[in-house]
Structures are given as structure tokens and as C-alpha cells.
């Protein structure tokens, strides 16, 4: 049974940074994407970074971009996000997922088939 485990998440102030992990057990993943998506209260998931299994390819929303960094250690089943100068506007609950086919990089939710339970991150300014 495949299993995403999110961790890493808190209550900073805005121009800090966090480095949230995700673990996965089950599966070694191997030619998946993982990616990280967020919700806000009251707003739709959406999309924040994607990695592809070799990490030669990754994407970014352009409100995270040149901000957030996604990488993935596949030994450990673990893909993580460095998130660097945090605005109010960067507070959700994280969630990671990996994607349902191999040798795809997705950025939208209904591409992804397992998801961790999610992390909060809070953002105060």
C-alpha cells in the first residue's frame, strides 16, 4: 500500500524559509513524477512545483518561481521543497503526490494518483 508522509510544515513570518519532505513507502516510484500542490481555505488545489524521476526536469507556478526549490532523493523515497522568502500569500496545507503514469511531468491534480495527508503552512506578515 502505497503511503505519502508530509512533514516540515509551520508558522513563520513572511522572508522566512521552510523546507517541507515527503516520504513515500510502498512503492519505489521509480519513472514517477512527484509533485507539490497547495490549498488555501476556501480555494481550489493547485499546482506549486513537479519533479521528473531523474530530477532533469522541473516545473514551478510562476508565484513560486525563483523562490521554491523541488528536489527528490530516490534512494529514500523522498521528494522535498525548500521554500525561500515566504509571503503571507504562501500560507495552505502542502500536499505532495506522485503522478499516475511514468515518464510524465503533470502539474494538474487529476494527473497525480496518491497523495500525502498534507502539511500546514502559515505565513504570518
Known amino acids: 500500500q502505497v503511503q505519502l508522509v508530509e512533514s516540515g510544515g509551520g508558522l513563520v513570518q513572511a522572508g522566512d524559509s521552510l523546507r517541507l519532505s515527503c516520504a513515500g513507502s510502498g512503492s519505489t516510484f521509480g519513472g514517477y513524477a512527484m509533485g507539490w500542490f497547495r490549498q488555501a481555505p476556501g480555494k481550489e488545489r493547485e499546482f506549486v512545483a513537479t519533479i521528473n524521476w531523474s530530477s532533469s526536469r522541473a516545473y514551478y507556478a510562476d508565484s513560486v518561481k525563483g523562490r521554491f526549490t523541488i528536489s527528490r532523493d530516490n534512494a529514500k523515497n523522498t521528494v522535498f521543497l525548500q521554500m525561500n522568502s515566504l509571503k503571507p500569500e504562501d500560507t495552505a496545507v502542502y500536499y505532495c503526490?506522485?503522478?499516475?503514469?511514468?515518464?510524465?511531468?503533470?502539474?494538474?491534480?487529476?494527473?497525480?494518483?496518491?497523495w500525502g495527508q498534507g502539511t500546514q503552512v502559515t505565513v504570518s506578515s
Open positions: 503526490a506522485v503522478s499516475r503514469l511514468p515518464g510524465v511531468v503533470p502539474v494538474t491534480p487529476a494527473e497525480y494518483g496518491y
